[in-house]
């Protein structure tokens, strides 16, 4: 079982930058593919980034490519999600989540998440 715990959330302006973290809990973060989705007021939730189980290998929906990277630290059992030039369509409540690749990826869903950060841009 894995335990999921957002941080780095805030406040940020337009074109500015923020590293949000997830620490995880439990012995088998590296059995795990894990991801980020966001839900914005009044809209569903969406997936936003997916790293492998290594690291080896990521993909990102099209709003954040090229803006957003997701990165893992198994040894510190840690998956992070730096994003650059924030757009205020960026801000939302940004979730981790883990599970095996194809269900992240291809499903939206998650066995696990964590409880969310807040994560605000403005004009």
């Known amino acids: 079982q894995v335990q999921l715990v957002e941080s780095g959330g805030g406040l940020v302006q337009a074109g500015g930058s923020l590293r949000l973290s997830c620490a995880a809990s439990?012995?088998?973060?590296?059995?795990?593919?894990m991801g980020w989705f966001r839900q914005a007021p009044g809209k569903e939730r969406e997936f936003v980034a997916a790293?492998?189980?290594?690291?080896?290998?990521?993909t990102y929906a099209d709003s954040v490519k090229d803006r957003f990277t997701i990165l893992r630290d198994n040894a510190n059992i840690t998956v992070y999600l730096e994003m650059n030039s924030l757009k205020p369509e960026d801000t939302a409540v940004y979730y981790c989540?883990?599970?095996?690749?194809?269900?992240?990826?291809?499903?939206?869903?998650?066995?696990?998440w964590g409880q969310g950060t807040q994560v605000t841009v403005s004009s």
């Open positions: 989540a883990a599970d095996h690749w194809v269900v992240i990826t291809g499903t939206g869903k998650a066995g696990y």
């Open positions: 439990g012995r088998t973060f590296s059995s795990y593919a």
């Open positions: 790293i492998s189980r290594f690291g080896s290998t990521t």
